[in-house]
């Protein structure tokens, strides 16, 4: 970690979670969804670690309220809404996407995620991978209003009481839905979509700073094993008792769209706790300056650089894939899709890269120019309050 508070290492899980994603579009992963979860678990832990900064400094609350949203927003939305505009340009002229009209209000609302249970819901590359975006957005938006408005020993409860009720609101999810006769594939992609589903998610990474569990916790290695060892486990029990059986090491018991063995319910939490593991075992003091092989796997300059765009490449890859390399070169099957998947990634990485450096890099610059992560303006920030604990510099 760098004196800025930068750790090179969670660019390179960023990449994991980007490369994650793009193997299950081209169907060369069938766990590849958990690239997503990793993405939700990263993002709790960030933004938690620094609204809980924000929340010790002696500024008014509303400067911080507006200071954190304008950040997020100078950082998240330009790209999102400038990809919505192309979108809506190419339907104006050549009616494509066909389903982008009827989709529109949701996506513009950061809504999209609600649509699952449309009647007549069909899957459009070009936008239907932003449900999580919509997620993301909703957590930015509403979690602020808790934790800064609420005394710390609150917030800590309550991100603990949500952490326990989450998997037991995945279960009431999932009876309602398959009350109302859904089953399969749809209905764990509605439970899969629901804003509710998720939150253990970023609260589970969003509770290393609260607690300051990058101090408390001495043996992050041994949480880390036996956070991996039940991942395995649970995968394996589910591989074995599922009827239909793929290729275990494209499967590792953990397929999307599964609904069998109450897969929803616990699916989520085990990664959820395993991904908080592997944060806290590259952001722990007890960790810090020791180069073991993990921590140089992941500030590998490759996976770096990859992780440092990703935000770009999860919006671009599912249309770069479905109508460039599926619709020209149509690979069908695993060892047909393995070989474009480099070719793919490059392709990906490289329009995430012009998109950073000559579209979303003047907007990063605006919002470091009008709120300074260090505080307000270009000052000497307040000293921060004593009876707050602060997180590592996650900035």
Excluded at 6 to 32: C, E, P
């Amino acid at each position: 970690m760098s004196g800025s508070g930068y750790i090179k290492s969670l660019d390179g899980l960023r990449a994991m979670a980007i490369l994650l994603v793009l193997s299950l579009h081209t169907g060369v992963l069938h766990f590849g969804w958990i690239g997503v979860q990793l993405f939700f678990v990263l993002s709790g832990f960030l933004i938690t670690g620094i609204l809980w900064k924000e929340k010790a400094r002696e500024e008014p609350t509303w400067y911080k309220f507006r200071k954190f949203w304008v950040r997020r927003a100078l950082r998240i939305l330009p790209l999102y809404y400038g990809y919505l505009v192309v979108l809506g340009i190419t339907y104006l002229l050549f009616h494509f996407p066909d389903t982008y009209r009827t989709y529109m209000p949701w996506l513009l609302t950061y809504t999209y995620n609600f649509t699952r249970t449309l009647p007549e819901w069909t899957v459009d590359p070009s936008f239907a991978h932003l449900w999580s975006l919509a997620i993301e957005e909703q957590f930015y938006l509403f979690f602020p209003l808790i934790l800064f408005l609420a005394p710390p020993k609150v917030v800590m409860g309550f991100m603990i009481a949500v952490i326990v009720l989450t998997p037991v609101s995945r279960f009431l999810i999932g009876q309602h839905y398959i009350d109302l006769g859904f089953k399969g594939e749809t209905l764990a992609t509605i439970i899969y979509w629901n804003s509710f589903s998720h939150v253990d998610a970023f609260f589970i990474g969003g509770l290393i700073p609260v607690l300051s569990l990058d101090k408390r916790i001495k043996k992050p290695w041994t949480l880390l094993s036996c956070c991996l060892a039940l991942v395995l486990a649970a995968g394996a029990l589910n591989y074995i008792n599922h009827p239909d059986h793929s290729f275990y090491l494209v499967d590792l018991g953990f397929a999307f769209g599964q609904t069998t063995n109450y897969a929803y319910v616990w699916h989520y939490t085990v990664l959820n706790l395993l991904f908080a593991a592997t944060i806290l075992l590259l952001v722990s003091v007890h960790t810090q300056g020791q180069p073991f092989a993990l921590r140089r796997f992941w500030e590998n300059k490759w996976l770096v650089n990859i992780g440092k765009v990703s935000y770009g490449m999860y919006i671009y890859h599912w249309m770069i894939w479905y109508y460039l390399f599926e619709g020209v070169f149509k690979p069908v099957g695993v060892k047909w899709r393995l070989p474009f998947f480099i070719p793919y990634v490059i392709l990906v990485y490289i329009v995430a890269f012009l998109s950073f450096k000559y579209f979303e890099s003047f907007f990063i610059r605006l919002k470091d120019r009008w709120y300074p992560a260090g505080g307000k303006g270009r000052k000497k920030p307040p000293e921060p309050n004593p009876n707050l604990k602060t997180p590592l510099e996650y900035e």
